[in-house]
């Protein structure tokens, strides 16, 4: 698909099974983190957002945990299914600041 | 609601042409940002508009513009094609009560030749 680069990291997981997939975001000063799925021919679909006075929080099979300390966000995707299958972004807005900035993303890709 | 919405979703254009893509955000959103997303750069940020004025700006040179209507829908012109500016353009929209939040088009393919 257009999102699989050669240095685009991929994560290959089981149905059923749970997937973490992990980003180092670079700023700080952020303090807004959003994660977008974005499935192949399709624009990047919102999953879920943490601010950064949260550590963990939770949505529909999906947690986002913040490690402010070593600037780490993860997405945890339980119950892991084959619609799962996409490239996952990480985002990151700095305060003061309206435009987020992107990492390289992950591809994901659940075999039944 | 509807989603953001880009015309047109596919088009080629040989170098030296210009294009102009368009975009509706969702309703009641004021803000439309757009991206360039390749394979080897990733998304990477163009420009922003706001109430019809440019709130922000990426690094792209200046054959890369745009503008944004009353109605916030927004368009972006390339000008110049170089076999470079072959990309997917993603539009994004956010409201006034949570400006951080961008929620994104399907985007349009572009193909210079």
């Known amino acids: 698909g257009e999102n699989v680069g050669l240095h685009l990291p991929t994560l290959s997981v089981q149905e059923g099974d749970n997937s973490i997939i992990n980003c180092a975001y670079s700023?700080?000063?952020?303090?807004?983190f959003i994660w977008y799925k974005q499935e192949s021919g399709k624009g990047p679909q919102f999953i879920i957002d943490i601010r950064s006075n949260m550590d963990k929080r939770q949505g529909q099979r999906v947690t986002v945990l913040l490690n402010k300390t070593v600037k780490h966000l993860s997405l945890q995707i339980a119950a892991t299914q084959p619609g799962d299958s996409a490239v996952y972004f990480c985002?990151?807005?700095?305060?003061?600041?309206?435009?987020?900035?992107f990492g390289r993303g992950t591809s994901l890709i659940v075999h039944p | 609601k509807a989603g953001v919405t880009q015309t047109p979703r596919y088009l080629i254009k040989t170098r030296g042409q210009q294009v102009t893509l368009s975009c509706s955000p969702i309703s009641g959103h004021r803000s439309v940002s757009w991206y360039q997303q390749t394979p080897g750069q990733g998304l990477q940020f163009l420009f922003e508009?706001?109430?019809?004025?440019?709130?922000n700006k990426g690094n792209f040179p200046g054959r890369f513009s745009g503008r944004q209507f009353s109605n916030s829908r927004s368009e972006m012109n390339v000008s110049t094609l170089e076999l470079g500016d072959s990309a997917l353009y993603l539009c994004?929209?956010?409201?006034?009560?949570?400006?951080?939040?961008?929620?994104f088009g399907p985007g349009t393919r572009l193909l210079v030749l």
């Open positions: 508009y706001f109430s019809e004025t440019q709130r």
């Open positions: 994004a929209s956010s409201g006034v009560a949570k400006p951080e939040t961008q929620y």
């Open positions: 985002a990151e807005k700095k305060g003061g600041s309206y435009i987020p900035t």
């Open positions: 700023n700080s000063a952020s303090d807004y």
